[in-house]
Structure formats: C-alpha cells, structure tokens
C-alpha cells in the first residue's frame, strides 16, 4: 500500500508569483484534502476534491485553487502570493463511500517559504 | 460551526513521568474526535479516534483518551513517557455526515520530556 506522497518537500518563492503544489493519495483513496498549517498553528482546512471537483472549503481566498485528477492525485495552486503565505502545506487522502471518510491519511507536507 | 481548544501550548515532563495534553471542543452536532501526532519535520500521525460507544478509547503508542460529553473534553494521557514522544499533538473534530469530511484543528500542545 502507497502512503500519501507531496512534492517539492520544500520551496521558496518571491511575493506575487504562482506557485503549484502537487500531491499522490494513497492507493484506493478518492477523496483529496489540502490544509495550510502556518508556524506554530494547527492546520487550516483549504478545500476538498472529490471525482475531480471541490466538495467543501474552507476560509480561503480564490487565489487558492485545486484540481484532482482521473488516477486521485491532486494540485494545489496559489496565485499572487502573499509573505503570510508561508506555511507547510499538508495534502491528506480518504475514501468517501467507505463509511470512513473522516480517516484521512496525511502526506509529509511541502514547506513554502514567500520571501 | 465547530472550534477546539487545546489550553495549553507547551507541556515539559520527565522521562517515565505521566502526561496529560487537554483538549476541549465547542459543537451544536455531534463530532468525531481524534487525536494526531507530528514529529519535527513530519506529517500528521493518527494517534486514536472517538466515533461513538466507549468514552475511553486506547491509540497507539500507549496514548488514551477519554471522551466526556458534559464538559466537552476529550483528554489525551500516558502513563509513562518516554523520549521519542517529544512531538506536537492535535486534537481534531469533525461532524460525523457530510461529505465533505473537513477537520478542525487545535493550535497543538508541544510536549518535551526531559531525561
């Protein structure tokens, strides 16, 4: 069984650029969930995919857009980006149908730094 | 809408000592409740779950909590720590239907044991 893989783990990108996050579920999941988790905070739920479209989000701007792919695996875009930005962004996956749902299993996040 | 409060942000113990991380939690439906770990440079870790039926509910790595309904807590505690549970933990809520399975985070209790 293939854990929930992110890509890059880190980045730095300069204030006003795009920046696109890339995540894997683990293997028979269909359900793909991204979260912020500034320095010291918990996580903040971003949104969720669900058979490729957003099923749920949370108090984010729509500068902050995804997309979720035929194989379940997810992106996450950012556009003009702001310093407060910076943050590790998590990507989790589950199985909705499974009577499971609220089990999501977390990726080990990619760390974007806004300079 | 949901919130979790963990009261306390940093929690210092000895090794073999016993722990307690507290987490209380504000909802007008019922919610799941849960428990995650992340180790520096991690992602998210499930530690234990409540769903529903016995309040007290055992993890993994010797962890326990107990869900208490009336004061809306749900308490995490170790009898004896040790080193490798240095960490930050999360208590976590969800609503138990929706599709969209959002979870809602504390700002996370970073425990340090001390040799």
């Known amino acids: 069984e293939t854990g929930v893989t992110q890509s890059p783990t880190h980045l730095i990108k300069t204030r006003g650029q795009q920046v696109t996050l890339r995540c894997s579920s683990q293997?028979?999941?269909?359900?793909v969930s991204w979260y912020q988790q500034a320095l010291g905070q918990g996580p903040q739920f971003i949104f969720q995919?669900?058979?490729?479209?957003?099923?749920g989000r949370g108090n984010f701007p729509p500068r902050f857009s995804g997309l979720q792919f035929p194989n379940y695996s997810s992106e996450l875009n950012v556009n003009a980006l702001e310093l407060d930005d910076s943050a590790l962004y998590l990507c989790?996956?589950?199985?909705?149908?499974?009577?499971?749902?609220?089990?999501?299993?977390f990726g080990p996040g990619t760390r974007l730094t806004v300079t | 809408a949901q919130s979790v409060t963990q009261l306390d942000s940093q929690v210092p113990v000895f090794e073999e000592a016993p722990v307690e991380l507290r987490c209380n939690y504000s909802?007008?439906?019922?919610?799941?409740l849960f428990w995650y770990v992340q180790y520096p440079n991690q992602g998210l870790q499930l530690l234990l779950k409540y769903l529903s039926g016995s309040t007290l509910v055992k993890g993994i790595n010797g962890f326990e909590a107990e869900f208490n309904k009336s004061q809306t807590s749900f308490h995490l505690r170790k009898p004896s720590v040790h080193i490798s549970d240095t960490a930050e933990y999360f208590c976590a809520v969800s609503p138990p239907r929706g599709s969209a399975s959002k979870i809602i985070f504390g700002s996370g209790t970073r425990l340090s044991i001390r040799p």
């Open positions: 995919y669900y058979r490729e479209e957003e099923n």
């Open positions: 293997s028979g999941h269909n359900t």
């Open positions: 909802s007008s439906v019922s919610v799941y």
């Open positions: 989790a996956s589950s199985l909705i149908g499974s009577g499971k749902a609220y089990e999501q299993y």
